[in-house]
């Protein structure tokens, strides 16, 4: 078929039913009603002479050239988009335009909530969507999924083909129950080898405090892991265990709850919190206030 032939308008659309591999989901996502979204469906393999989404059980599964279009048509879609936006101004005040930020949910808790809260004022109508951070993160920014990644710079590859920018510095603290008798004012090597260990982590993404304290031979009791930095501290009360938090996670946290925070008995780097963007954001004006209003919620941290 001959470009000047087919319906670029359908793009959009085959996006949307690739993504959800859904009919109804698809629709709901462009908030059209699913016969015209089914109906839309039928143009499309008509044109590209292919089902695209085929039977699989209770649902629809992509075919296999369906699966080779999902790249490209990523690309294509985030170059127009960023076309129409390199050329348009944008208003904050004005503006509907919705962000995707992939974090952790400590940074989402200590970052992204104040930010969310001061949009609130300035920039009524833009909405932000915080996703976490996942084993996918470099092909996310690739593919243009988010507009911005929040991530440790010691966890990332010395040759990121990315746009990096620093946000901010935390540290570590160790963390217990108030009411532990076990733990006084001063927490020593003895009990952090010793005493319970719950181990924190988001998915795949683990304490770097974890990993400088195997690097310096110190061995923990390990006897339970939370699937979440902020959710760890949470798990302590009533219990004989201790975690390891970030500073600033910890300190947020202290006003709310009964928890005992001390200084680890052994020197724990700093961490180093960036932003990563992809470059074919460069020229988007949206794109640009969103990282400065990221630096400025940064600095707001002190």
């Given at each position: 078929?001959?470009?000047?032939?087919?319906?670029?308008?359908?793009?959009?659309?085959?996006?949307?039913?690739?993504?959800?591999?859904?009919?109804?989901?698809?629709?709901?996502?462009?908030?059209?009603?699913?016969?015209?979204?089914?109906?839309?469906?039928?143009?499309?393999?008509?044109?590209?002479?292919?089902?695209?989404?085929?039977?699989?059980?209770?649902?629809?599964?992509?075919?296999?050239?369906?699966?080779?279009l999902?790249?490209?048509?990523?690309?294509?879609?985030?170059?127009?988009?960023?076309?129409?936006?390199?050329?348009?101004?944008?208003d904050?005040?004005?503006?509907?335009?919705?962000?995707?930020i992939?974090?952790?949910?400590?940074?989402?808790?200590?970052?992204?909530?104040?930010?969310?809260?001061?949009?609130?004022?300035?920039?009524?109508?833009?909405?932000?969507?915080?996703?976490?951070?996942?084993?996918?993160?470099?092909?996310?920014?690739?593919?243009?999924?988010?507009?911005?990644?929040?991530?440790?710079?010691?966890?990332?590859?010395?040759?990121?083909?990315?746009?990096?920018?620093?946000?901010?510095?935390?540290?570590?603290?160790?963390?217990?129950?108030?009411?532990?008798?076990?733990?006084?004012?001063?927490?020593?090597?003895?009990?952090?080898?010793?005493?319970?260990?719950?181990?924190?982590?988001?998915?795949?993404?683990?304490?770097?405090a974890?990993?400088?304290?195997?690097?310096?031979?110190?061995?923990?009791?390990?006897?339970m892991?939370?699937?979440?930095?902020?959710?760890?501290?949470?798990?302590?009360?009533?219990?004989?265990?201790?975690?390891?938090?970030?500073?600033?996670?910890?300190?947020?946290?202290?006003?709310?709850?009964?928890?005992?925070?001390?200084?680890?008995?052994?020197?724990?780097?700093?961490?180093?919190?960036?932003?990563?963007?992809?470059?074919?954001?460069?020229?988007?004006?949206?794109?640009a206030?969103?990282?400065?209003?990221?630096?400025?919620?940064?600095?707001?941290?002190?």
């Open positions: 078929m001959e470009l000047v032939n087919f319906d670029m308008n359908l793009l959009t659309a085959l996006d949307a039913l690739l993504s959800e591999e859904s009919v109804s989901r698809a629709a709901e996502r462009l908030r059209v009603g699913q016969p015209a979204m089914s109906a839309t469906l039928a143009r499309l393999r008509a044109s590209l002479g292919d089902p695209l989404l085929v039977r699989s059980g209770r649902g629809l599964q992509r075919t296999a050239f369906a699966e080779s999902r790249e490209p048509l990523t690309a294509i879609l985030g170059d127009v988009e960023q076309l129409i936006q390199s050329g348009a101004a944008f904050p005040t004005t503006s509907k335009r919705s962000f995707t992939l974090a952790s949910d400590y940074v989402a808790l200590v970052l992204l909530r104040p930010l969310i809260e001061r949009l609130g004022a300035i920039a009524p109508n833009v909405s932000v969507r915080v996703t976490p951070v996942d084993a996918s993160l470099m092909e996310s920014i690739r593919r243009g999924l988010v507009d911005v990644a929040i991530y440790p710079s010691e966890l990332l590859p010395t040759d990121v083909p990315f746009r990096t920018q620093p946000l901010f510095d935390d540290d570590f603290v160790c963390v217990t129950d108030k009411a532990n008798e076990m733990v006084g004012d001063v927490f020593t090597v003895e009990q952090l080898s010793s005493l319970p260990y719950l181990a924190a982590s988001q998915g795949l993404l683990a304490s770097l974890d990993q400088r304290l195997d690097e310096a031979h110190l061995a923990r009791n390990t006897t892991i939370a699937q979440s930095f902020v959710m760890a501290p949470f798990m302590l009360p009533g219990t004989k265990m201790y975690t390891i938090l970030q500073r600033r996670l910890a300190s947020l946290l202290m006003a709310e709850a009964h928890f005992k925070m001390l200084e680890p008995p052994v020197p724990i780097a700093a961490i180093h919190e960036l932003m990563l963007w992809s470059p074919r954001r460069g020229a988007d004006a949206g794109h206030w969103l990282r400065e209003q990221l630096q400025e919620s940064a600095r707001r941290l002190g």
